[in-house]
């Protein structure tokens, strides 16, 4: 593969789920696992579920049963996560259950979420706009809100490379760009939703959640890096010609197990 060429969207959800469920911050998990268990099913409704990972993860470290109301705009991705909780059960093995709902959850209300305990989300609010941050917000108002994997935009190489810092600002540049009149939040979603939540009175509590990529998790390391540098030529194209030798070096440091990477990421828990 070329540093162009990545993998289909679910097949990369699947090869990232490892990194996010070892980054995701278990004490935010820990404010709300205490107020779970009892007879009656929680409801949870996992926003932009993606194949399933956030569920998966979460619904084996909270206790007693629990119906997951999975949202999606993509119906395949939504079929991949309901079958993907087959078999999965709480942290003391009571019964999980799950239904899918297929749409674009920028526009839920809080009568939609009415009947949940919780909502949570993985990867999500840097790919929203302000305004959508702001009606998300607005309809998890009212119960715990559990964001996790939230880009920061900073990246950290061992070794580091000359053109490591303008690849990261190009990449940030692109994580902000208008698609569809839509201005993308990026790296600045975590403040936006902080302050969403403020604004509704609503304490918020963030936690670091670095991925910590090495030797181990070289075939991500290298799907990612090839993700990162083309969305940085996309956005600067002149990037393009001087990253080529950049591209050989970086993917055969992967190949060999010689590159370390830290991605930083952010938890945000409101209202827990």
């Given amino acids: 593969m070329t540093a162009e060429e990545t993998l289909p969207f679910a097949d990369w959800l699947r090869l990232r789920e490892p990194a996010d469920a070892a980054a995701r911050a278990e004490d935010l998990v820990d404010a709300v696992r205490g107020r779970l268990a009892g007879d ?42 309901a079958e993907g909780m087959r078999g999965v059960t709480a942290a003391d093995g009571a019964p999980v259950t799950v239904h899918t709902r297929c749409g674009d959850l920028t526009r839920l209300t809080a009568a939609d979420l009415a009947d949940g305990y919780l909502v949570t989300a993985s990867a999500l609010l840097d ?5 959508e941050v702001d009606r998300v917000v607005a309809a998890c108002v009212g119960r715990p809100a559990l964001f996790a994997i939230s880009v920061t935009g900073r990246v950290r190489f061992t070794p580091a490379d000359p053109l490591d810092e303008a690849v990261e600002a190009a990449f940030n540049d692109h ?24 604004r509704h009175g609503v304490d918020v509590r963030e936690r670091p959640s670095p ?62």
Avoid: K, N
């Avoid at 910590?212 to 940085?232: I, S, Y």
């Fill in 40 to 81: 009656t099913p929680t409801v949870i409704h996992d926003l932009g579920s993606g194949t399933g990972s956030m569920s998966r993860w979460l619904a084996a470290r909270l206790p007693g049963p629990q119906h997951w109301v999975l949202h999606d705009r993509d119906a395949d991705l939504l079929a991949r996560a």
């Fill in 127 to 131: 790919m929203l706009t302000a305004h």
């Fill in 175 to 198: 994580q902000r760009r208008t698609v569809e009149g839509r201005r993308l939040l990026g790296p600045d979603a975590v403040a936006a939703t902080a302050a969403a939540f403020a």
């Fill in 211 to 272: 991925w910590r990529l090495g030797p181990e998790q070289a075939d991500l390391v290298a799907e990612w890096f090839r993700g990162w540098l083309g969305a940085a030529c996309e956005q600067r194209p002149d990037l393009a010609e001087p990253t080529q030798a950049y591209a050989r070096r970086r993917l055969a440091e992967a190949a060999a197990g010689r590159l370390t990477v830290i991605v930083e990421h952010t938890d945000l828990l409101a209202g827990g």
